[in-house]
Every structure is written in C-alpha cells, then in structure tokens.
C-alpha cells in the first residue's frame, strides 16, 4: 500500500507512522512537508491508496490546497488531517471529495479504525458530524463476499417472499433487472440456497414479506 | 426707643423745673410783698398799695395781686380781681393750685418795734392782714409745650440723624459681611477659587483676611491632592495597560501558536501508543501507560487554555445562523450517553421541534461543557437536557443534574478560571476548572448569559438563553446538503464485469453508497435493462476483458452510442500485459487498475458525478500506466 503523509510538523508525522503501519505492514509511506511537495511526491508516486495531507500546511490556504490536490488527482482518496474542527471548512472539504476529516488529537485507534473505514469506501468524520455522515457506518470491512444480507438484499427478499417476478421487483425497486438478478445470486449464496422455491421458504422462515 | 424714653424723661424733668421756679417766684413774691406791705397796710396807705402792686405784677408777670386786711377784706388789688380767692378769717394753705391758677397767699404782719415810728413801739408783731398772689400757668403751658417741642423737634431730629448713620452703617457693614458670608458658602461648596474681594481694615479685615488665607491653604491642599490622585491614576492607568497588553499578548501568542503547540503532544501520543505495543515487559508497560495518561491529560488541560486563549484573544468568530435544535441535542446525547453510562447514570435529552438562532458550534460547545461538567459532579441519578419556550422570542437551554450542587457562597465562583468544587488535591480525573469558565466566555460571545441555581445536596440546573426563530421556514433535517453523500439522487452508474462474484460486490459497495448500479455481464444486456428502466447512466465503468473476446472499450462504444457519447467511462482492468495497456492508452479512455479499491472508487466517482463532466483523461493516476 502506497500513502502519502504530508505535514508540516515532522514529530507528527513520526508519530502517525506507527499507525500507517499497522493499517498495512509493508505500507510505503511517501512523506512531503508542504503542499507543493504533496503534489510533486503524488506526481511521482504511482497508485496511490491514501493521502493523509495536514491542513495547514506552508504553501497554500488549507481549504484551497486540498480543493487543488482533488482536482490534480482524483483517484486518490484524500484524508485531511487538522488540528482543529471547524465546521464550514469540513463542509468544503467533502464538497471537494475528502473521504474523511481526522482531528490531530484524536487517538491512535480512532485514526485506525477512521482510515480503514475509509479504505473500505467510507467517509469518516469526528464524532460531532458523523450523525450528519450517516450511512456509512456498515462499512468497516474490505470489498468482498458478503456472509450476511445488506438491506438492500432483505428488500430483494422481501419481495421474492411476495412471488414477485425479477422485472417486478425491478421496477418496484427502480433498478434494471440485471441488477436484480445479481442481487438473487449474492442472496442464494448467502442462504445457501439454490433457487428461488428455496429462497422464498427461508424468507417465510424468517417472517419476510412486503408491507 | 431708649432715645425717646431719655428725651420725655428729660422734657418732663424740665417741665418740673419750671413749675417749681413758678412755684418759688410766687413764694418769694408773696413773702416779699407782705414785708413791703407791713407797714403801709398798718397805716391804710391804699394808694402806695396799689402801685406798689401794679408795678410787682407788671414786673413779675402776675396775673392779679391783692392785699387783705385781717378780716379778709381786700384793701388793694391789682389786676384781674376775679381770679383772687374769697379770704376766710384763716386761710388754710398758704399755696394752692386751682386749674390754670397759682394762689399764693401770706400773712402780713405788723412793722417791727425797731422802727423810728412811736405808733409802732407799744404794739406788738401781729397778723394784720393777708398778701394773695394769683400766677397764671399759661406761661408754663407754653414753656412745656415749647419744651415738648424742641425736645420732640431734636429727638426727631437725631433719630433721623442716628437713622441715616445706623443705614450708613449697617449698608455698608451688612454688605461686607453678606459678601464675606458668600465667600465662606462657596468654599464650603468647594469652589475654593472663591476669596473675598475688597478687604477692609479693622476687625472685619481681619476675619476676611483670615478667610482668604484659609480658602488658599485649602486650595493649595487640594490642588497638591488633585496632582497626586492624578499621578497615581496615571500609574495604575499604566500598569493596567502593560497588564492588559501582556495578556492581549498572551492569549494572542498562544491562539496563534496554538497549532504548533498541540503537535508535539499529538505526536507524542501516538508515539506514545505505538511504543506501548512493543513493550512486553508488564513493569515497563505500565510506565508507558503512567506517560500516556499523563500526555492526555496535558493535551486536555492544554487544548483548554489555548480555547480560552482564542476566546480571550478576539479569535472566535461569532456566526449566528437559525437551525433546529433536535440535531444538536441528539449528537450531544450520542456523544455523552457513553460517559454518563459508565458513571451509571441516566442521560435524558427532552426532544423539541424548536429553532433557534445562534452559532451552531459555540452553542453546541456550551451545552457540552455544561452536560460533562453535570455528569463529573453527578454520583447518582441522572442528567436531564432540555429546551424551554420563553417570552416572545425567548427559550433558554437547561441541564439539570441531581448531583452534589454548588453551596450558596461558591456559586458566583465556579465560572472563575481552575475553580473547582471538592477537588483541593487538583485530581484531574475531576477535570481542570476550565469547562465553565470556557462556558462563560462563550456565552457572553453570544450574548446569551449563563444562570445557575443550585441546592446544595439535592442538584443544580445550569441554563442559558437564546434568541429562538420560527421553524416553518427551516428544511426538515436537510438531506440535500447532507455531507459526504456521493452522488445526486437518482443518478445511476453502469457496470459491466465478467464476473458475477465482482457484480455482486460491487453491487453491495454502490448500495451502502446509495447509488443505484446497473449491472450485466453484457452490454447489451446492461443497455436493455436502462432502456427498460428509461434511464440513462451517469457513468460507464468497464471491465476490459469482457466475455467472448469483447473489451470494455466495443462496450463502452455500445452504450456511449445508445445514450450519449457525452457520459463518463472508466476501463477497469487487472491485466499488465504490454498490449493491452497499448489498446487501452490508444482509446484515450481513463483507466483503473484492479484489485479496485473502494477508497480509490469513492474518490473518483465523488469527483466524476460531482462534475458531471468527462472523467478526467490522462488525469492522475489513471494516466500513470
């Protein structure tokens, strides 16, 4: 895993190094101290997984040096670190696309378990905006199979419960039937089933019907 | 009045002195004439009589004289006859007053054997007949009222002239000491300045000299008093100055250094963690965890002082907006369930459909210092937050506790800066003393002050008021400008992947995303579905190699003709071989690499859908390769 860590304080990015390594081991941790060499380092450095950039950093107004750094690359998920919180800046912020907003005196857990949240495609924000944030608390774990059903799986259910066809469920869900059917495979999976009969008798089992 | 009492006493003093002159000369007129009259009565001589008696009243000024002979019978008269007095044979008085009229009257006696006269010689001294003398009194009249006259006449006029000379005097001895008697008032009234013009010699100089030299000294005292009053205000003026200014200075060094300051202690908790990992000595261990509480309660005590130096340093912008106040009692409730939970405490938030007006942020930090500062001091029981409606506009926060209360002699001093109640050992587990004093500043930035009432024992309730506004014109709990949503609402991406395993993951990750992914192993079976659905996609993303020899970029094409070659698309690929990089660079389309990672999806996708434009080509990372 690539990161880059840019703060102008070299203690801090001492001691954040440990907790990079324990998201990853073998995480190469690229470190720049200002933003121009932010953008120099992330030139330079191919596929980065993480941007861990300080706000306020010598170079540039923070809010604006992170609203630049999205746009020179987009791919790269950015994670602002202040020390701070102030409310309009982190608003800007994930206009521009930051997928979290860490506080420099969070603790080394928080900002562990906030950079693996947003590894796995989260948002993270401290504790006083994540109510507004919501939605992406179900997503602590990396992109893969599945062994429970997501809500959206549940709906799917639901609706086969009621002997509704794919299509139907489809348009009632407002999504294209492909999708569906990707969504009956993923639940015959996780039930261990393997066609709709016995789909539709787990979900009478488990008390699964619209309305 | 004395003058007129001397006057009259005298007037009637001399008035008595000329009754007794009348008096007298009609005595010795009297006496005189019988003597005279002895012998020329003795011989009947009544001619030589009445001249002698004509001249004596022409000369005495008599009003009538007559000479009787011993039996009462006139023998002489002269003058008015009427006015004598009926002799009896003996005559009582020898003077009497009757009105007007003297009477005088004396006996007349025979001559004297001494004379040469034979006749004489064998008779012996013997009565023989009487002298009346009548004195009219008009003239004493007159002299009296002449008398009363000149006395009235000189008594008035040394009145008038004591008059004029007491007036004389008095205006300009009453002027004097009018002035002098001003003078001293407005001393007394503190105009010192004041002196007494003219000064006059004498006594009365004297004393207005005296009054002037006293109004100087006191002038003088004052005026050395008024200069060292200054002086000394001009010191203290000084000092308060350097005091203030070091204190400006203070709070603005650490406001602006304030960032600097907390990264170290940042940094050193994190080290700090970091090496507690690698410690398997249980001695060494513990010691690391002795530094790291000691490195938050620092950060604690440090991130308090800098707040308040922000806030005495001018640095906290007020931004006063209207919103709901529901969501932010229910973070404060989420953020403080927890901590009142392990004190076994109960936390109760009162839900209300009130808006207020203020600064979301300072509010919000008010009302946490308030609640943390209620559960610390609470042992039992619970804390209960919530809003109450005022007067017209009014509504006042409220957290009550049923904790220790604050006694009576200490509540105007728990706002001061490290006062704390119960805590002389400073334990900081009690916290710093810092929260109410932050919570003071605060509120007065917003202009809403802090009440506290308290009963010692039973709880306190701490409250501050706000300025409420009216909830019709708020969103209801705004979804739009909810942040960290990825993608507006209804837009829909395309996916297109060989494998169903990556279909369905992708699907699960869109959907905690809320966007809505079409997908298929085909696309044409993708395009049938959108058509189906009347939808069309924000984004294309495609897997290269696609079934049956196909590539991601004939699917691309596919669907960029059905719906508009204007949407965005990505190619995803895992392979590395050198042609397939040359095919995909050659289509200019923007390229990801697999295993695709969610973070790095989100972060293109949130720029791509945001922009609604063409996801950026040969920019960042997907131009790498």
């Known amino acids: 895993m690539k990161i880059l860590l840019a703060d102008d304080h070299p203690l801090f990015r001492e001691g954040i190094k440990p907790v ?46 992170i609203i630049r750094y999205r746009a020179a690359f987009p791919a790269v998920p950015v994670v602002v670190v202040s020390a701070s919180e102030q409310l309009d800046d982190i608003l800007k912020l994930l206009g521009a696309g930051a997928l979290g907003y860490l506080c420099k005196s969070a603790s080394s857990e928080v900002i562990l378990g906030a950079l693996r949240l947003v590894l796995a495609g989260g948002v993270y924000l401290p504790p006083s905006l994540l109510e507004e944030a919501g939605g992406d608390e179900g997503l602590g774990k990396e992109l893969g199979r599945n062994t429970t059903l997501t809500q959206r799986q549940i709906q799917v259910l639901r609706q086969l419960a009621d002997g509704k066809t794919n299509k139907q469920i489809a348009t009632s869900l407002k999504v294209t039937e492909g999708t569906i059917k990707i969504h009956m495979a993923a639940i015959f999976r996780i039930l261990k089933v393997n066609n709709r009969t016995e789909a539709l008798l787990v979900a009478q089992k488990m008390g699964l019907h619209s309305s | ?156 006029l040394l009145l008038v002239l004591a008059g004029g000379i007491a007036w004389r005097l008095s205006s300009r001895l009453g002027g004097r000491l009018r002035g002098l008697a001003q003078t001293v008032e407005r001393i007394a009234d503190g105009d010192l300045g ?30 050395d008093l008024e200069q060292r009053i200054r002086d000394a205000t001009a010191g203290l003026r000084q000092q308060t100055h350097a005091a203030e200014a070091a204190v400006l200075a203070k709070s603005k060094f650490l406001a602006a250094a304030s960032h600097d300051l907390r990264q170290p202690l940042h940094a050193m908790t994190l080290l700090i963690a970091a090496m507690k990992e690698r410690i398997s ?57 927890p901590m009142a939970a392990e004190k076994g405490l109960h936390l109760r938030v009162v839900p209300t459909r009130m808006a207020v007006h203020s600064d979301p942020v300072l509010l919000e930090r008010i009302l946490g210092n308030l609640i943390a500062n209620a559960i610390r001091y609470t042992d039992r029981g619970g804390v209960v937050v919530g809003v109450r409606r005022g007067q017209a506009e009014a509504m006042r926060f409220e957290v009550w506790d ?78 739009a400008t909810q942040p960290g949503r990825l993608a507006p609402e209804n837009a829909m991406v395309a996916f297109i992947d060989d494998d169903e395993g990556i279909l369905e993951a992708m699907l699960e990750l869109f959907d905690s995303w809320q966007i809505d992914l079409a997908v298929g192993t085909e696309a044409e079976e993708v395009a049938a579905d959108l058509r189906d659905m009347r939808r069309e996609p924000a984004l294309i993303l495609c897997d290269y190699r696609l079934r049956e020899g196909r590539t991601g970029i004939d699917a691309i094409r596919l669907l960029r003709e059905q719906f508009g070659e204007h949407i965005p698309a990505m190619l995803i690929t895992g392979d590395t071989a050198p042609e397939t990089l040359k095919c995909i660079q050659e289509s200019g389309l923007p390229v990801l690499h697999k295993p695709l990672k969610p973070a790095k999806l989100r972060a293109i996708l949130s720029y791509t859908l945001a922009g609604e434009g063409q996801a950026p080509e040969g920019g960042g990372e997907a131009a790498a390769d």
């Open chain 2, 1 to 156: 009045m004395g003058v007129i009492l001397a006057a009259g006493y005298f007037a009637h003093r001399s008035v008595q002195e000329t009754e007794q002159n009348l008096f007298r000369r009609g005595q010795d007129m009297t006496q005189r004439l019988a003597q005279a009259m002895s012998y020329e009565l003795f011989v009947g001589n009544t001619l030589y009589m009445k001249r002698l008696l004509d001249y004596e009243r022409t000369v005495q000024g008599a009003l009538s004289i007559g000479v009787a002979d011993g039996r009462g019978r006139w023998e002489a008269i002269s003058g008015d006859g009427g006015a004598l007095p009926v002799l009896g044979y003996k005559p009582e008085s020898r003077a009497r007053r009757e009105g007007h009229l003297w009477l005088f009257l004396e006996e007349v006696r025979s001559p004297t054997a001494d004379s040469d006269d034979p006749y004489l010689a064998t008779s012996p001294e013997q009565s023989i007949g009487w002298v009346a003398v009548v004195l009219d009194d008009t003239s004493l009249h007159q002299a009296r009222a002449e008398i009363v006259l000149a006395s009235a006449g000189i008594m008035s």
């Open chain 2, 194 to 223: 004041a002196r007494v013009r003219e000064v006059a010699t004498g006594e009365l100089g004297v004393l207005e000299n005296g009054v002037n030299r006293m109004a100087q000294t006191l002038e003088e005292n004052r005026r």
């Open chain 2, 402 to 479: 049923s904790g220790r209360g604050v006694p009576e002699h200490f509540q105007k001093r728990i706002f001061e800066e490290y006062f704390q109640l119960d805590n002389p050992e400073r334990d900081r587990d009690k916290g710093l003393g810092l929260g109410l004093a932050i919570v003071e500043r605060l509120s007065g930035l917003l202009d809403c002050p802090v009440k506290m009432r308290s009963i010692p024992g039973r709880g306190s309730c701490f409250s501050i008021c706000a300025q409420r506004c009216a909830e019709d014109g708020l969103a209801q709990e705004t979804e």
């Open chain 2, 281 to 337: 000595d249980v001695e060494a261990r513990r010691l690391a965890e002795h530094v790291e509480s000691s490195a938050e309660a620092m950060q604690n005590l440090l991130n308090a002082l800098l707040d308040l130096s922000r806030l005495d340093a001018g640095a906290v912008a007020v931004k006063p907006e209207c919103f709901r106040v529901s969501g932010l009692l229910r973070r404060l409730e989420h953020r403080f369930a």
């Open chain 1, 20 to 65: 990079l390594r324990k998201l990853d081991t073998h995480a190469e941790i690229i470190e720049a101290r200002d933003y121009p060499s932010a953008f120099e380092a992330t030139h330079h450095a191919r596929e980065l997984d993480l941007a861990l950039i300080d706000l306020c950093m010598p170079g540039m107004p923070g809010v604006e040096g």
